[in-house]
């Protein structure tokens, strides 16, 4: 699997939106891009996935460059419940590709302030 | 609609035991997969049960071992336990042909003294 890279902490304002990038700059054609988040003392959540389109879900949007290189989560509108460690994943997948594991770095610290 | 269950909650053992760590995925989930995250790190994956058998496998020991009964559940077996084994041990669940969400467990905080 690629590798990501992720600032490992960012700082958002309750209410506003949150950008949280992450590189992937080795990734192949067949591999998506996952999103994850982990709250304190929890298992990790899933948010969304993309394989080149932009996604958006009722928890967040997805924007992936056209190089796909790069993305961006996007949290529309942040809330206190929304701080938590945000893990960007890139994974093969596809019907075709059974049930790949899930290679975790170690993410960004989200902090809403209130 | 359950989500994933793991028991226990908390466990703490002495060097050299052994554990089993237990798990139901969610209803309609045929594949498990259990992650181990050690303080402060991402989840690292330890291995993946489908139709009973091992599917994948991390970088971990063969002190560790699982298993997975006929009703999807699964167990993580880990023997002559070390102070390094202590993390929260995750499990996932997902549908082996849709894998495109994996739900986890709120996991086992295991503690070796």
């Known amino acids: 699997d690629a590798k990501t890279t992720q600032p490992p902490s960012m700082d958002c304002a309750e209410g506003r939106a949150a950008n949280l990038p992450c590189n992937h700059s080795t990734i192949s054609g067949n591999e998506y891009v996952y999103w994850y988040r982990q709250i304190h003392s929890q298992g990790p959540q899933y948010i969304i996935h993309g394989l080149k389109n932009n996604e958006t879900n009722e928890m967040a949007s997805l924007i992936i460059t056209e190089d796909r290189k790069s993305s961006t989560l996007i949290l529309p509108h942040a809330t206190l419940r929304d701080t938590a460690v945000y893990y960007c994943?890139?994974?093969?997948?596809?019907?075709?590709?059974?049930?790949?594991?899930?290679?975790f770095g170690t993410g960004t610290r989200l902090t809403i302030i209130p | 609609d359950a989500g994933v269950t793991q028991s226990p909650t908390h466990l703490i053992k002495t060097r050299g035991q052994q554990v089993t760590l237990r798990c139901s995925p969610k209803s309609g989930h045929d594949t498990v997969s259990w992650y181990q995250q050690a303080l402060g790190q991402g989840p690292q994956f330890i291995f993946q049960y489908y139709e009973e058998e091992e599917r994948q496998r991390g970088n971990f020991p063969d002190r560790f071992s699982g298993h997975q009964f006929p009703n999807y559940s699964s167990e993580l077996n880990v023997n002559a336990l070390l102070l390094g084994d202590s993390a929260l041990y995750l499990c996932?669940?997902?549908?082996?042909?849709?894998?495109?969400?994996?739900?986890f467990g709120p996991g086992t905080r295991l503690t070796v003294t």
């Open positions: 994943i890139v994974r093969v997948g596809g019907p075709n590709f059974g049930n790949e594991k899930l290679t």
């Open positions: 996932a669940s997902s549908l082996y042909r849709a894998p495109y969400e994996q739900y």
